[in-house]
């Protein structure tokens, strides 16, 4: 049986929470291991510790900082999480820390252990408004200057609160409100070649038009009786006033019109200057 020589060994995980508690104690909240991965919920204000002993206790040496994100949950008091994930260089096996905060209370910067740390906190600061206390340069870093709000926060607007545009009258980038031109709440997702379910007014008379070549008609299908007569020769009549659609109101109306149209007629036949042929 051939080993492939390339995959790179992988140290088991095996004693990696044991070796946490002892050397974490109280500031461990909660525990997972799950699908291979080990997640460690810590307090909030002993994150600096809790990832310097993860990087320095022999057993455990994790010594890179690879990420850190965050995570929004709106129903909850503390409604953000700041995942650090961790990697060790020398077993070649990962660990991931949590910790909660809110909306105010910021999170201790670990830019004392990883510089780089630094920067990823300022991803989470633009994209969630958590704030790290004791970070030296906390400006957003993917966002515009002036933006407002955090998008990846789950209540920021999908479509934003303001969009830019290159405009030609002022030679600059020029920052609006959202308007949306269309009215997406009117869209029937269908594809254009299906065609709508709904029937407009007068779409019932259309006669479907037949698929495929017409088969020929039998013989003497062409000929109709003399004593019967086709609709297109049956002159379309009404019997009284009624089934026109307008009714007595209408003709009511239709009349005020006539006398209004006949008077202006003859008003101005009235004044109308006479000319008279010079003898």
Do not use: C
């Amino acid at each position: 049986m051939s080993v492939a020589l390339h995959v790179p060994r992988t140290a088991s995980d095996e004693g990696v929470i044991a070796a946490a508690k002892k050397a974490l104690g109280d500031s461990i909240l909660a525990v997972k291991e799950d699908v291979g991965e080990i997640t460690l919920t810590v307090k909030r204000d002993e994150i600096v510790n809790v990832l310097k002993m993860l990087r320095d206790t022999p057993g455990l040496e994790y010594q890179q900082l690879m990420e850190i994100a965050g995570v929004d949950y709106p129903d909850r008091v503390e409604r953000f999480e700041v995942v650090y994930q961790l990697l060790s260089l020398t077993m070649n096996r990962r660990l991931r820390v949590k910790v909660a905060t809110d909306e105010t209370t910021p999170v201790p910067s670990v830019t004392s252990l990883w510089p780089v740390a630094g920067w990823l906190e300022r991803e989470v600061f633009d994209m969630y408004g958590v704030g790290f206390a004791g970070n030296p340069d906390l400006r957003r870093i993917l966002t515009d200057y002036g933006f407002e709000g955090y998008p990846q926060r789950k209540d920021f607007p999908l479509s934003g609160r303001v969009e830019l545009r290159y405009s030609e009258a002022e030679k600059r980038v020029v920052y609006e409100p959202v308007s949306l031109p269309q009215d997406f709440r009117t869209f029937d997702f269908l594809m254009p070649w299906e065609g709508p379910e709904y029937v407009l007014p007068g779409d019932e008379k259309a006669v479907p038009e037949r698929v495929g070549a017409p088969s020929p008609a039998p013989p003497g299908a062409g000929k109709q009786p003399e004593n019967v007569k086709t609709p297109a020769s049956t002159p379309q009549t009404t019997e009284k006033p009624s089934d026109t659609g307008g009714g007595k109101p209408a003709d009511v109306q239709a009349t005020k019109e006539a006398r209004k149209s006949s008077a202006a007629k003859a008003k101005g036949e009235v004044n109308k200057p006479s000319r008279r042929k010079k003898p």
